[in-house]
């Protein structure tokens, strides 16, 4: 299976451990952003996974290249030049305490990208799948056209897409997030969401959600899945499903819509390590799963459980083999000691 | 608002994470002392707080006052001179295995102040409010006879005073201690312990402790706060509630009895990074909470909130600012990240 | 007391905190070993502990000793020469990721040692006590023909044996095991197993597993102790019980069948920091206990408490005092500071 | 003394020791830029010394406000505001290995501040000295225009006022550097330069550089001093010395031309920890010289030595006490312990 | 250019800074052996390296995948299977005091590896250039009956080959030495060595030593490379020379013999951070200097430039790009800021 | 060999690498003190070597117990009591910057030992040397008078004393130095001193300073040795010498006169890691070499290399054997890796 991500992968900034900002003056310094967690993810499970973006021409672009090299990702089609990579710092919480992230992502190479930066007939060149988030659109309206090429291309080429909405409200309003998400989502196969998303960005709800609180939350995803299949004819609608507890426990599981019928993961009780890139190996391991096996519940229990041990791993990606996705689906995640 | 606070401020040396004392061979310098957090907590609140000890004049008494600068404690009325600053060890425990506390504070520059030292008139001018703990009589004669010298000066200024009972078995006897701290409380308005200083310094024990169980807690914490009223004459009494599952987990919160009603807080579970400081940390909430809130429920509600986020944050000093306890009071605890 | 304990000690390379293999570049290099882990155990209890085993004759053979004898463990009797040390690298893991261990230890030099490496006359000198486990003998056919010598020896001299069985498929297959140990337990006293290894090194399964599910594990237990008794005429025979809820969550406790009863622990829910070395703290804490205690009830908290504190403290060894696991029997585990 | 600097500060984002650029993941955090590095030796050296620049209103933006107060300086007058703090990425060189800067510094705060930013005739009131770089007027015409006005009021009320030209031809052309910083120096009392700066922005050079090489340097520098004197009309003219034998090993000294008379300092010969920075503490070492000595001799050996002690020191901020630099003037280095 | 290098990759455990083995208990843990990093090396020149070798089928063998994957080698030629990964502990020597290298190779991957673990056909696909060291054909006697089927192969491909003689004591001696390199000089288009290699596996010291001191070191050495090309018929022969002062400080150069004439490079002063590997990088230096300048001058100044490089840089890879080496040649070392 | 030292063993605290004091949180605690120097060293040599003191019975006293032992020192007559731990903090220089000392040793637990805490009888069984140094009876008039006692025993039971007279100028006068050194110099067979000590205790300067520059030093270290021979009947006299150039550049060597003969050793140029107990290795290799070797010349030899190579590893303590000292005289210090 060949993939391809496009999006932004931007410096990580974070204290050690559960440190707040500049409590000390050591930063760990890891590189992510939602497509490239995803190519890392699949490079993982074992498939040729591209990342494609722009990145500056110095020692922090070139790392942040090295670092996807590192794990596998074909880094071929990765543009240089502009002035600099983005950054985000992240803070993480633990218990009471939440965890923030500032982003200081203006002017990033990637978001200053144009059209010749990327050739995308050689690089959907026997490619199977293409995935991108909401984020990409957002950066700036040279990259929300660069995509729409990029889609028609691989629509003509009969590659399957996927989307992540992920709207992130510092980067746009919710009407332009409507407004350009709505254009792109013709050529999406598959729609990814977490549980707000499809609200703020498309403001879908849930039909009728004053029935009995019982059964009411697991069939108004279903509901809000449905109704995006309607509008707008996809295959499959995923939904991951975070309740958070606190910020060092959280219940996390997924829905998959698909053929009319809605598929629910088995419920993970995990302590967070870091949180961060749940959404994306979410992502990474529904199209494994969607590729891989027949069974639609097999599919939601492994991006489920996938997206589980990321949020037990540092760092935006997902270091974690297909052996251990389904050994963590066979043993409940007990945790016995492999030796 | 003005505050001052006087006490000792000790070197703390802590290996690093869970580690046992001496496993490894680094340790995590850092200061910290019951009145210097509270002043540390007031400052991050916005307040203009002062800081008022004796530490001797080498790059160790430097440190403390760089340390409490950076957060934006006024250090001006620290006195430099005397030999050493008092040191603390601490190991952070864990889950079944409990933290472990040595202190090497004999012959601080504190404990061996004098009265020429310290400039109460200038110290408290503007002054709307002054904290003290049972600790700093406890360090010496000379800084209890101090003590009761600022209380003079501060009454006659009109400065509110609070004072945290803080019982310390290794520093004096309960006779003692009794003997000390019965003479200050003419001076202080607002009086705050834990569930058992008030009977260990005062011999103060809820009155009924044999009625059923189920409200027993709750009645006597109320029952011991009403009579230090009676005996004091205090304006409010705060009592702060721990319950330890374990060295991990604990239940946390308060109550505070003003104008002979008891108000309670949310008891919060919190997973502990690092208990110590916890105590000053919801004095500090207090103090804020009684000078910008009517609500006497939201007072205790906001001191509760900030001492349990302080919690799970590293070192003594309670590095949160008023609108994170905001936020935790409002979204109880579920911790979402902060994009 | 006198304590002598027979086998291997390795180089432990773990990544710090839950980091992934190689995630990082720094590993945290300590070291351990079944029944080194017992030595040190009892040391920090105050018994005079030897181990006795083979290292390399360089820095690495020398680190292993000194750790030993940091520890207070006497290491007179360790043989110097043959090529290494041997390693096991590990990954703690965390929540519903399982930790991961990789063994690097063949042609240790301990795996090579020979008869002539240990004069077993002058090593028993006056001692009460001899400790193995199942790892010993499956190294090498020398080190179990060896470990008979030693073994007739320490009888001859009325010295008591204690085995923990610790199976470990990738040194032998389970008829091997069955073949060698059976052969060893004839000198035996007291035998340590976990709750699997009965089953694979004797094939010894609870008669009657079919019985309703309330009572059945306890008496399960109970029945494999009783077959053990039976089969080899043990004095008496102790269960390590380990209830995975996740990697970082256990539940705790132990078992001790003696003259036809059994004792069962309190069940203690950890936090884990590193599980790695929790079985033989249990045999160190039994150990200690059977020579202490006159109540077998006392012997089997003490084991349990022991090896529960453990599983808190980071690398193979329980840094853990006769105080501190009393305490822990006596205050429930409420981990409340000790100041 | 009350001293006040004005420009950029910015996040130092730097490896550990002389890894090259994310070598490993970690990176050193810390601040810096030229106007505050002053700022804070001179508060090191016992002077109220005040910066001003615009720092974002978030956690990065308030750790250096920490950082500069942790170090007594006053950040009273920092506005708060903008999207970014600048940042420099520092890969620390070593023997025939040069060190590496990068920067991202568009668009920081400070660069896009405007004149309501600062009060000035507040900010200058009862200050005696005002301190500037190049690098101010360079990050944007705003900025510059700010620095004209603030220049105005400073002469008006009769302050000193330094500059250290500072040039760095990735901020402005030389072209572009000597038309705004011509216009500046009509309020400059004391200029700072290295080597290559006179040349680089004023195309000021020595006259006869071709009389034989024995004094040449000397002389050249001597004579550089002199045009700039008769150009511009400064009271002095200071210059630092720097010859790099290695990234690792430097020669280091500086001259003062003052009232027609050039005063070298002694060479000092440092192993190099930190160089960054070491212009920054001559200049700060120059300004207590030149308020607190007679003769120029003892100024221009304060300025070298105060700044050899710098390079000896990790990170931008020169902590370095008036004694400590008298000592090393006293004792030549030798580098006895201070017991 | 595309270049193949092929032998073992270790693990390399050193503890950080210039610690004692164990004084501390964290190792760094990187990977490097003599053709892996002389493959990296070209890689950060610019070329297409692969590297070839067998690596056991676990975390550490694919960690040494990623790490060379990470700078850019070409790791698709990697048989995976085995039992370990040969493992080398590096205590870095200081001043005074000498380095220590403990080797943990025996019964690698590679050592262990047959012929069947590599397709040579497909791996000298279009390939330019094929390095090796004395130590590959040290490790088994398969390993050198691998090479020269792997030698024959190249020869037919018509690709060049470059042998560093690499002669270490422990893995052969010079009499096993000699007899198996000496068959495979044949293959052989230029030899590297160090001082002391030609002597030790050839037995072939300068002829005429005792004329006057001056000139006979250099003459000494051109009389070797003379004997190796007249015995071996080699297109060129290259000698690194190191003039250890301390373990801190060396001269360090290099010599290349070709065409009957002998080039020196300039001597470079290194304070060393990190010597192992340095001979590796003047093989990389040279390979890509003989394959890109003309002037054989040219060629010995890069490799002794570039390997001056490496030995201020932490690890056996030298991550250094052309432009710097270029650099270094061009200034002399001075070691200026490259802002 | 069996060796008793006697004195006081303080944590040492200090700022990692050359970092100044608490520019960053993290400490690096380790333990050290002149007499437990000696037994470290003397242990790594091979010797049976006693450390005496006492330490407060808790966490830090044990650390200190538990370290001693790991490097093979014998901690049996170790008294436990008091209320702590000496302290002294370490600012490790560099280049132009000294290194700074900050002692917290009063009240140690040793300070206020008395004479029931030492059986000197059991101490001294079967003892051939006895070392002491100057700080020890400064420590309190106690701990002299039990030092004399000590000296009488030893004398009794024909043990030779060294000492070592290491003048602290902070802990006593020159004049009670005078007093009580003098009187316990009658016990002492070996006397060893820096350049400066003998003038500070005893007041002696070498009698004819005024001679020609050339050899003016070495002559007066030999007169001054002279004279305390003369009057104080020592066997030998043995003097350290230090040249210091920068706190990174040392010349060091030594001194020994025996029999009315001097030797000088050869002259170290050492890069510095860590100097202190430099001055304490020099005496452990004197105590090795005068007891192992003929050869006065080879005695002096051993004594710089042991001391220079110290001075080349972090911490107090002489982490070398033998072997590395006889490799460092035979090499010159060239620092070739050990493969």
Known sequence: MKVVTFGEIMLRLAPFGNLRFFQESALEATFGGGEANVAVSLSFFGYDAAFVTKVPDNAIGQAAISELRKHGVNTTYIAKGGDRLGIY?????????AS????DRANSSISKASEKDFNWHQIFDNVNWFHFTGIT??????????????????KEKGIKVSCDLNYRKKLWS?????KVMS?????????????????????????NADISKGKIE?????????????????????????????????????????????YFSKTHNINILDRVGGGDSFCAGLIYGLNEFKDYQEVIEFA?????????????????????????????????IQR
């Open 89 to 97: 710092y992240l803070e993480k919480g633990m218990s009471v305490r």
């Open 100 to 103: 923030n992230v500032i982003y």
């Open 137 to 154: 659109p957002a950066l700036s309206d040279d990259l929300a056209n660069i995509l729409i090429l990029a889609l028609k291309i691989a």
């Open 174 to 178: 919710t009407e332009k997030a409507k």
């Open 183 to 207: 254009k792109l989502m013709q050529y999406v196969d598959v729609l990814i969401a977490n549980e707000e998303d499809a609200e703020k960005v498309f403001g879908i709800k849930a039909k």
């Open 218 to 262: 697991r069939e108004s995803f279903v509901d809000v899945a449905k109704q995006l299949v309607e509008k707008f004819n996809f295959e499959a609608v995923a939904i991951s499903l975070r309740e958070s507890i606190s910020a060092s426990l959280n219940n996390w599981g997924g829905m998959l819509y698909v053929k009319d019928k809605a």
């Open 304 to 336: 489920a459980a996938a997206s589980a041990l990321k949020q037990t791993i540092e760092g935006d990606f997902n270091l974690t083999t297909v052996d251990e996705v389904k050994t963590l689906i066979k043993t409940d995640g007990s945790g016995r």
